[in-house]
T-cell receptor
Protein backbone atom coordinates (compact mmCIF):
# COMPACT_ATOMS: atom_id res chain seq x y z
CA UNK A 1 0.00 0.00 0.00
CA UNK A 2 1.49 3.29 -1.13
CA UNK A 3 0.60 5.79 1.59
CA UNK A 4 2.38 8.72 -0.01
CA UNK A 5 1.69 9.66 -3.60
CA UNK A 6 4.22 11.86 -5.33
CA UNK A 7 3.59 13.76 -8.53
CA UNK A 8 4.79 14.10 -11.09
CA UNK A 9 6.78 10.90 -11.26
CA UNK A 10 9.11 12.32 -13.92
CA UNK A 11 9.90 15.93 -14.74
CA UNK A 12 12.27 17.28 -17.37
CA UNK A 13 12.72 21.03 -17.58
CA UNK A 14 15.12 23.66 -18.88
CA UNK A 15 17.56 25.52 -16.71
CA UNK A 16 15.96 28.62 -15.21
CA UNK A 17 12.42 27.26 -15.05
CA UNK A 18 10.40 26.92 -11.87
CA UNK A 19 8.79 23.68 -10.75
CA UNK A 20 6.65 22.22 -8.00
CA UNK A 21 6.59 18.64 -6.77
CA UNK A 22 3.70 17.33 -4.72
CA UNK A 23 3.43 14.74 -1.99
CA UNK A 24 -0.08 13.68 -0.97
CA UNK A 25 -1.59 11.24 1.47
CA UNK A 26 -4.85 10.43 3.20
CA UNK A 27 -2.89 9.82 6.41
CA UNK A 28 -1.71 12.32 8.99
CA UNK A 29 2.01 12.37 9.70
CA UNK A 30 3.96 13.64 12.70
CA UNK A 31 6.57 15.05 10.33
CA UNK A 32 7.26 15.27 6.63
CA UNK A 33 10.75 15.04 5.25
CA UNK A 34 12.17 15.72 1.81
CA UNK A 35 15.24 13.92 0.54
CA UNK A 36 17.31 14.10 -2.61
CA UNK A 37 18.92 10.95 -3.94
CA UNK A 38 21.54 10.76 -6.68
CA UNK A 39 22.39 7.59 -8.61
CA UNK A 40 24.47 5.16 -6.58
CA UNK A 41 23.97 7.05 -3.35
CA UNK A 42 21.63 7.01 -0.40
CA UNK A 43 18.99 9.70 0.18
CA UNK A 44 20.21 12.95 1.72
CA UNK A 45 17.86 14.91 3.94
CA UNK A 46 16.92 18.37 2.66
CA UNK A 47 14.36 19.48 5.22
CA UNK A 48 11.96 18.33 7.94
CA UNK A 49 8.63 20.04 8.53
CA UNK A 50 6.57 19.22 11.59
CA UNK A 51 3.89 21.89 12.00
CA UNK A 52 0.78 22.11 9.82
CA UNK A 53 1.10 25.06 7.46
CA UNK A 54 4.83 25.32 8.02
CA UNK A 55 6.94 26.81 5.25
CA UNK A 56 10.71 26.40 5.08
CA UNK A 57 13.13 27.85 2.58
CA UNK A 58 16.49 26.45 1.62
CA UNK A 59 18.07 28.80 -0.92
CA UNK A 60 15.99 28.29 -4.09
CA UNK A 61 13.91 25.50 -2.53
CA UNK A 62 10.65 26.19 -0.69
CA UNK A 63 8.95 23.43 1.27
CA UNK A 64 5.41 23.57 2.61
CA UNK A 65 3.54 21.23 4.95
CA UNK A 66 -0.22 21.14 4.51
CA UNK A 67 -2.43 22.51 7.27
CA UNK A 68 -3.78 19.04 8.01
CA UNK A 69 -0.28 17.48 7.92
CA UNK A 70 -1.27 15.11 5.14
CA UNK A 71 0.48 16.68 2.19
CA UNK A 72 3.50 18.72 1.24
CA UNK A 73 5.02 20.50 -1.71
CA UNK A 74 8.51 21.34 -2.86
CA UNK A 75 8.97 24.36 -5.10
CA UNK A 76 12.25 25.05 -6.88
CA UNK A 77 12.89 28.49 -8.33
CA UNK A 78 15.21 28.98 -11.30
CA UNK A 79 16.22 25.34 -11.50
CA UNK A 80 19.82 24.50 -12.27
CA UNK A 81 21.39 21.33 -13.72
CA UNK A 82 22.80 20.60 -10.28
CA UNK A 83 19.23 20.16 -9.01
CA UNK A 84 18.90 17.01 -11.09
CA UNK A 85 18.10 13.99 -8.97
CA UNK A 86 15.38 11.90 -7.35
CA UNK A 87 13.32 13.84 -4.84
CA UNK A 88 11.68 11.71 -2.17
CA UNK A 89 9.15 12.72 0.43
CA UNK A 90 8.81 10.67 3.60
CA UNK A 91 6.14 10.84 6.24
CA UNK A 92 7.01 10.16 9.85
CA UNK A 93 4.69 7.98 11.89
CA UNK A 94 5.34 7.36 15.55
CA UNK A 95 4.90 3.67 16.30
CA UNK A 96 6.15 1.88 19.37
CA UNK A 97 8.10 4.87 20.62
CA UNK A 98 10.06 5.56 17.47
CA UNK A 99 9.33 7.39 14.26
CA UNK A 100 9.07 5.17 11.21
CA UNK A 101 9.51 6.78 7.80
CA UNK A 102 7.13 5.98 4.95
CA UNK A 103 8.54 7.04 1.60
CA UNK A 104 6.84 8.02 -1.61
CA UNK A 105 8.06 6.66 -4.95
CA UNK A 106 9.89 9.85 -5.73
CA UNK A 107 10.00 12.44 -8.49
CA UNK A 108 12.85 12.09 -10.93
CA UNK A 109 13.89 15.61 -11.94
CA UNK A 110 16.13 16.39 -14.89
CA UNK A 111 17.24 19.97 -15.44
CA UNK A 112 18.69 20.47 -18.90
CA UNK A 113 21.32 23.17 -19.46
CA UNK B 1 33.74 12.60 9.82
CA UNK B 2 32.92 9.23 8.31
CA UNK B 3 29.38 8.62 7.22
CA UNK B 4 27.42 5.39 7.10
CA UNK B 5 29.27 2.77 5.12
CA UNK B 6 27.88 -0.38 3.57
CA UNK B 7 29.62 -3.40 2.14
CA UNK B 8 29.66 -4.81 -0.39
CA UNK B 9 28.56 -2.04 -2.72
CA UNK B 10 27.36 -4.65 -5.20
CA UNK B 11 26.47 -8.29 -4.75
CA UNK B 12 25.49 -10.77 -7.44
CA UNK B 13 24.26 -14.15 -6.30
CA UNK B 14 22.30 -17.10 -7.56
CA UNK B 15 18.79 -17.98 -6.59
CA UNK B 16 18.77 -20.07 -3.43
CA UNK B 17 22.06 -18.77 -2.06
CA UNK B 18 22.65 -17.06 1.30
CA UNK B 19 23.91 -13.45 1.47
CA UNK B 20 25.06 -11.10 4.19
CA UNK B 21 25.02 -7.33 3.85
CA UNK B 22 26.97 -5.20 6.29
CA UNK B 23 26.33 -1.72 7.66
CA UNK B 24 28.75 0.44 9.64
CA UNK B 25 26.79 3.31 11.19
CA UNK B 26 28.14 6.69 12.16
CA UNK B 27 30.13 6.35 15.37
CA UNK B 28 27.99 7.00 18.41
CA UNK B 29 24.66 6.56 16.65
CA UNK B 30 22.47 4.28 18.70
CA UNK B 31 19.62 3.85 16.22
CA UNK B 32 20.12 1.87 13.02
CA UNK B 33 17.61 1.24 10.23
CA UNK B 34 17.49 -1.06 7.21
CA UNK B 35 15.44 -0.18 4.13
CA UNK B 36 14.94 -1.85 0.77
CA UNK B 37 14.58 0.20 -2.41
CA UNK B 38 13.30 -1.59 -5.48
CA UNK B 39 13.67 -0.10 -8.94
CA UNK B 40 11.39 2.90 -9.38
CA UNK B 41 10.28 2.87 -5.76
CA UNK B 42 11.10 4.78 -2.62
CA UNK B 43 12.88 3.09 0.28
CA UNK B 44 10.73 0.64 2.23
CA UNK B 45 11.33 0.11 5.95
CA UNK B 46 12.58 -3.33 6.97
CA UNK B 47 13.88 -3.24 10.55
CA UNK B 48 15.09 -0.82 13.19
CA UNK B 49 17.57 -1.33 16.03
CA UNK B 50 17.93 0.69 19.18
CA UNK B 51 21.27 -0.42 20.56
CA UNK B 52 21.64 -4.17 20.20
CA UNK B 53 17.97 -5.06 20.10
CA UNK B 54 15.62 -5.06 17.16
CA UNK B 55 12.99 -2.59 18.32
CA UNK B 56 10.78 -3.02 15.26
CA UNK B 57 11.13 -5.75 12.63
CA UNK B 58 7.66 -5.38 11.18
CA UNK B 59 8.98 -4.54 7.72
CA UNK B 60 10.87 -7.78 7.15
CA UNK B 61 9.01 -9.46 4.28
CA UNK B 62 9.32 -13.04 5.54
CA UNK B 63 11.43 -15.32 7.71
CA UNK B 64 14.18 -15.58 5.10
CA UNK B 65 15.28 -12.13 6.21
CA UNK B 66 17.09 -11.61 9.50
CA UNK B 67 19.28 -8.85 10.91
CA UNK B 68 21.61 -8.61 13.88
CA UNK B 69 23.55 -5.92 15.69
CA UNK B 70 25.39 -7.85 18.40
CA UNK B 71 27.51 -5.04 19.83
CA UNK B 72 25.24 -2.13 19.13
CA UNK B 73 27.32 -0.80 16.28
CA UNK B 74 27.80 -2.79 13.06
CA UNK B 75 24.73 -4.54 11.72
CA UNK B 76 24.37 -7.42 9.29
CA UNK B 77 21.30 -8.12 7.20
CA UNK B 78 21.07 -11.78 6.32
CA UNK B 79 18.96 -13.22 3.52
CA UNK B 80 18.52 -16.97 3.20
CA UNK B 81 17.45 -18.88 0.09
CA UNK B 82 17.52 -15.74 -2.02
CA UNK B 83 14.85 -15.24 -4.67
CA UNK B 84 14.93 -13.09 -7.80
CA UNK B 85 12.40 -10.80 -6.17
CA UNK B 86 14.93 -9.95 -3.48
CA UNK B 87 16.93 -7.99 -6.05
CA UNK B 88 17.01 -4.37 -4.86
CA UNK B 89 19.19 -1.75 -3.22
CA UNK B 90 19.44 -2.34 0.52
CA UNK B 91 19.96 0.91 2.39
CA UNK B 92 21.15 1.38 5.93
CA UNK B 93 20.64 4.55 7.97
CA UNK B 94 21.65 5.61 11.44
CA UNK B 95 20.67 8.37 13.83
CA UNK B 96 21.74 9.61 17.22
CA UNK B 97 18.50 8.57 18.83
CA UNK B 98 15.26 7.01 17.80
CA UNK B 99 12.31 9.25 17.21
CA UNK B 100 12.49 12.32 15.02
CA UNK B 101 16.27 12.55 14.79
CA UNK B 102 17.72 12.87 11.30
CA UNK B 103 18.53 9.56 9.66
CA UNK B 104 21.79 9.49 7.71
CA UNK B 105 21.80 7.01 4.88
CA UNK B 106 24.62 4.93 3.50
CA UNK B 107 25.19 4.43 -0.24
CA UNK B 108 23.44 1.07 -0.22
CA UNK B 109 24.24 -2.43 -1.40
CA UNK B 110 22.92 -3.36 -4.81
CA UNK B 111 21.82 -6.98 -4.67
CA UNK B 112 21.13 -8.89 -7.86
CA UNK B 113 19.76 -12.40 -7.62
CA UNK B 114 20.09 -14.35 -10.85
Amino acid sequence: TQLLEQSPQFLSIQEGENLTVYCNSSSVFSSLQWYRQEPGEGPVLLVTVVTGGEVKKLKRLTFQFGDARKDSSLHITAAQPGDTGLYLCAGGRVEGGSEKLVFGKGTKLTVNP
Amino acid sequence: GAGVSQTPSNKVTEKGKYVELRCDPISGHTALYWYRQSLGQGPEFLIYFQGTGAADDSGLPNDRFFAVRPEGSVSTLKIQRTERGDSAVYLCASSTLAGVETQYFGPGTRLLVL
